[in-house]
């Protein structure tokens, strides 16, 4: 089974994108991925579309990310990623 946009929002979980070149990290939008793609489209070709804004490389990794709160309140996350 591929993971899919679909399967993000089902969870609730986020979708980060890292740059194969430069390693830079961005978190996405998912619903804004949804309108533009359709739920139905694949987290690996999320990656394979994405373009990095610091240094232009084309394609990446991306990762599900569930976001937990710690005990003093701040945001930490578990990882899982698809390439």
Known sequence: MIATL???VVNDNGLRLFCNSCVRCVD???N???????????????GR????????AKG??????NAIV?????????QMAYQ
């Open 49 to 56: 579309r994405g373009r990095c804004k610091a240094c232009g």
């Open 6 to 8: 679909d399967n993000l």
């Open 70 to 78: 710690g005990e003093n309140g701040t945001a930490l996350h578990k």
């Open 28 to 30: 996405l939008e998912v």
């Open 32 to 46: 804004a991925l949804v309108e533009r793609y359709g739920a139905a489209i694949s987290l690996p070709e999320i």
């Open 60 to 65: 990446g990794s991306v990762a599900a990310a």
